[in-house]
Nanobody
């Protein structure tokens, strides 16, 4: 069982920045691919970004490329999402997820992920 706990969400003005964190339980965090997804009311869940277990491979949705950066600290069992130049359309609940099966692959599909956090709200005002 893997538990994931997101933090760092909040209210920010358009153009501002936030950094989300996701702390994971378990001794094998370094073997998980980690992803961030977001889900706004009335919309489907969207892939945001993912990072391979070593951190050497990342993948971003086009909508966040150049503005968001994913990183991880395996010594702290934590993955981060640095969000810059935030836009009102980034408003959503953000979830981190752990993929224990895919090895070095980095997936944008939610079904590839085995464990999910409870989410943290990000609200960007215009």
């Amino acid at each position: 069982q893997v538990q994931l706990l997101e933090s760092g969400g909040g209210l920010v003005q358009s153009g501002g920045s936030l950094r989300l964190s996701c702390a994971a339980s378990g001794r094998t965090f370094c073997s998980y691919t980690m992803g961030w997804f977001r889900h706004a009311p009335g919309k489907e869940r969207d892939f945001v970004t993912a990072i391979s277990k070593s951190g050497g491979n990342t993948y971003y949705a086009d909508s966040v490329k150049g503005r968001f950066t994913i990183s991880r600290d395996n010594a702290k069992n934590t993955v981060y999402l640095q969000m810059n130049s935030l836009k009102p359309e980034d408003t959503s609940v953000y979830y981190c997820a752990a993929d224990l099966q895919s090895g070095n692959a980095v997936s944008r599909y939610g079904y590839a992920y085995d464990y999910w956090g409870q989410g943290t709200q990000v609200t960007v005002s215009s």
